[in-house]
């Protein structure tokens, strides 16, 4: 599956514009996803998180990239370069 082209084509069917590429929010809204930050903590958790989830700044910045690794993980085609290119 290409994660690329099926993320590009959800948020393409949102009212508003989403910037999945950057943004853990707009990732969840494309899922359909509550993207509270209570939401985003508990994802953080499932994902195994182990820094600081009051610093929603790191975790914001932390959550995409494991959502696209665990899409990946499971059969997902990602472009070469995903979510944030180079940095870990």
Same mark, same amino acid.
């Given at each position: @599956?290409? *994660? ?5 084509? =959800?948020? !393409?069917? +949102? ?12 990732? @969840?809204? *494309? ?5 509270? =930050?209570? !939401?985003? +903590? ?47």
């Amino acid at each position: @599956m290409d *994660v690329e082209a099926v993320l590009t084509r =959800l948020a !393409a069917q +949102k009212k508003e514009k989403l910037d999945w590429r950057h943004s853990i929010v707009d990732l @969840m809204k *494309v899922f359909d996803l509550v993207s509270s =930050l209570s !939401a985003r +903590k508990q994802l953080a958790q499932e994902l195994h998180y182990t820094g600081d989830t009051h610093d929603s700044a790191a975790m914001n910045i932390w959550l995409p990239k494991q959502v696209m690794r665990k899409l990946a993980e499971n059969g997902g085609t990602l472009p070469t370069c995903s979510i944030s290119c180079g940095e870990e």
